[in-house]
């Protein structure tokens, strides 16, 4: 029963990236703008799935999965479609993939449905069920005409954030609380709690230990390409400081057993993964 359905999930995933082979160079990241949304009930799933990752802390279908106040696109800035930060772009063509994290080879779904465990600090949605069918379909629809390229490394699609060449020991928590101060708080506050449409980066309501971003060197990288929003500029040692600096306070602890819904409802948790 169990393996049946998970076995749904990788057919419907499958069936939604398209195989295109015509061309063999990598065309640049696609206008998401210029792409036409298929007609009917996938065209309709597809929006749904945007509207899920703009609102994922509010809309109905996905507020009972989320356990603070981030919203996919927190991080995956302009509905993943911004070419640098995290994009969704092409990344449906890299699943399946060997997951490092989850020592399985996950699929797209996977993917997904564990950021809501992480960085949304909640209840991981079930395989095959609404929000995650939804939220699947939009990420490959901006997939849409790329090459698949199966990824034997690591969960990453092509257009990943790199990962700075920084070592964590050459930190400064001093040089990154003033600069915080000076390029962060006036959008996330000197408390960190932000405020409006100006995202939690520590305390309760901000993303857990568990999430990408709980990596220093890691926020460090998407700090690079995302932040300050209204201007990148960050040197590579800022990023460090400032992120070596956000990540002293305290966010919420990960313990995946409070992650995972109750057995019925979890399908199959696909990995070798306890903690
Ligand atoms: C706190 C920030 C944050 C939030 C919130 C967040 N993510 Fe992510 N997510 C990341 C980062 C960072 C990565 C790694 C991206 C990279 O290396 O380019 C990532 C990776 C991913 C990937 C894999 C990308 C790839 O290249 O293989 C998917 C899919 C994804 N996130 C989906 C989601 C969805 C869906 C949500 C909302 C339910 C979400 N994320 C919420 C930060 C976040
Ligand atoms: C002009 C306002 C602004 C400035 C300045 C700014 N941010 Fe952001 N930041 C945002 C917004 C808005 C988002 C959410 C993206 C969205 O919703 O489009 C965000 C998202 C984030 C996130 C991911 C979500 C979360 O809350 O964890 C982090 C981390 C972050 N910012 C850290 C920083 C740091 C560190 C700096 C300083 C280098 C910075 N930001 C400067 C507005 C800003």
Redesign the pocket.
Known sequence: MKSSRFLVAVMIVTAMLSFRGESSVRAKPPNPVARSLPSGPLGETIRLGET??EQ?ATHPL?KP??GNS???T???LKN?TSPKA???I??AT??P?WSPRERKVIT?ED??LN??MR??NGIRPPLGSKPSVA?TAY?SWLSDGEVLRMNAGN???????P?LAVKPESASIERGELLYARKCATCHGKDGAGEDKNPPVWGQQ??NQG???ADTV?LA??LKVAMPLDETDLADQEALDIAAFVNTHDRPSFNLKNHLPVESRLGEYNAEQTR
Not at 155 to 161: F, I, L, R
């Open positions: 899920l990752v994922t996905t999965h989320v981030l919203n996919c927190s991080c995956h993943g995290a994009t969704f092409g990344v890299a699943y993939a797209l993917r997904v950021c809501f960085s949304c939220i990420i969960s990453k699609g092509p257009n990943a954030v990962r901000s993303f999430a990408g971003l890691q990288s998407w």
